[in-house]
């Protein structure tokens, strides 16, 4: 890989890498990538992945599945300035496919923007024009709430991800929060590098702090002998190590940032939901997690799952459902007391983070404002 600073080339890594059958066009075609992940303010990973041949599964004579297999790359790249862009070239056989430009985060505390959306499971049409909405706000990164594909087993479905996604993933970083359509599946982990141990993590910009948590847990198969009472204890004792783990570690995050100027967290499923049918697990998660958002004076938590627009406060939180990425559009029959607004359309939203406020812009697929919230810096 050739990383060139604009203006003033330096070399900072040179990695040739040669796609194994080389002259193979159609090898060339379905490689995946670049994309841009793991960003601070001197370091950076590129992914890239390439095809690696086929599996076809016939049944009698006629074929019933075709399985792609990719190989994925990454390279780290260290020592970089700050708030500098780059441009990035890997080097794939002399093709022009491997080109990128990213911005390292800035070092010090200064105004920037990034961008949030979910559910982008589905109605690859909209996903697209919502990812080209995105793409022209220029964000320092972008956030998915969860369920980027239907199903995370499928490589299908991240052939279509990152084939709608590549404009945007090639230059900006894109972080992302476990679904429960990825199905915590090896091709999540295999794709994307995200910080810690990829399932939950943070990361932070100036002194605004990002935390993403995973609501998943672990994906096992349930032993079909298990039924009723006995396979409900199973998931529960199952997940429930997991996500107690999880919640030491928020904890003990969130003390030791204390000083953050803004704390964002994001997760899948919702805190509030205005669906009906979800309305009670909603109030479950809110009696596991407690007050543990507001007791840290969290700025905003923001969810996907429920696909729509939702904001509600609750003791000095906002809790953002944030899911009109593309999956088909739910109803929102049950508002709840701590509703603020809420809006049944495919959206995304832009957030800008300054010294002394947050600028919080929903904004729908059509380019219309749907609600803009302003938070003060904590204090
Ligand atoms: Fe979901």
């Given at each position: ?8 080339i ?17 090898a ?58 780059y441009?990035?070239?890997?080097l ?9 430009t ?7 505390v200064?105004?920037?923007?990034f ?18 909405r ?7 990164f ?5 369920d ?9 479905d991240?052939?279509?991800f ?21 199905q ?16 939950y ?15 998943e ?5 349930v ?8 396979r409900?204890?199973f ?9 107690e ?22 997760f ?28 840290h004076n ?31 559009l739910?109803?929102t ?13 495919e ?7 300054e010294?002394?406020?947050t600028?919080?812009?929903a904004?729908?697929i ?14």
């Amino acid at each position: 890989m050739n990383i060139q600073k604009r203006n003033k080339i330096v070399l900072l890594l040179a990695l040739i890498f040669i796609v194994g059958i080389s002259n193979n066009i159609d090898a060339q075609q379905k490689m995946i990538g670049p994309y841009v992940q793991n960003m601070s303010d001197d370091e950076v990973t590129i992914c890239w992945s390439t095809f690696e041949g086929a599996t076809s599964i016939s049944e009698s004579d006629s074929i019933i599945q075709k399985v792609s297999q990719y190989k994925q790359h990454k390279s780290i790249v260290t020592r970089l300035d700050g708030k500098t862009t780059y441009s990035y070239d890997v080097l794939n056989d002399g093709t022009e496919r491997g080109k990128g430009t990213f911005t390292t985060f800035p070092e010090n505390v200064e105004n920037f923007h990034f961008a949030v959306l979910g559910d982008t499971r589905t109605r690859h049409d909209f996903h697209q024009r919502i990812v080209d909405r995105i793409i022209n706000e220029k964000p320092a990164f972008v956030v998915n709430t969860g369920d980027l594909v239907s199903r995370g087993n499928s490589m299908e479905d991240w052939e279509h991800f990152f084939r709608i996604n590549d404009k945007l993933i090639r230059n900006t970083p894109y972080y992302t929060v476990l679904g429960n359509h990825e199905q915590d599946s090896e091709n999540y982990y295999n794709f994307f590098s995200m910080p810690g141990n990829e399932s939950y993590y943070f990361f932070s910009v100036g002194d605004a702090l990002f935390v993403i948590m995973d609501m998943e847990g672990p994906n096992y198969n349930v032993p079909a002998y298990l039924k009723g009472k006995k396979r409900d204890e199973f998931w529960e004792n199952i997940g429930k190590e997991y996500i107690e783990k999880e919640k030491k570690w928020l904890e003990n995050v969130l003390n030791l940032n204390d000083d953050a100027g803004y704390i964002f967290v994001f997760f899948h499923p919702t805190y509030y939901s205005i669906k009906k049918s979800r309305v009670e697990d909603a109030e479950l998660r809110r009696k596991y997690w407690g007050d543990i958002f507001e007791r840290h004076n969290v700025t905003a938590v923001l969810n996907g799952h429920d696909h729509y627009y939702h904001h509600a406060e609750h003791g000095g939180t906002h809790y953002i459902v944030t899911a009109g990425g593309g999956a088909p559009l739910y109803s929102t029959d049950a508002p709840q007391p701590e509703t603020v607004k809420y809006k049944k359309i495919e959206h995304y939203m832009r957030i800008d983070v300054e010294k002394n406020q947050t600028i919080m812009k929903a904004i729908d697929i059509n380019g219309e404002l749907i609600e803009e919230i302003k938070v003060n810096r904590r204090k």
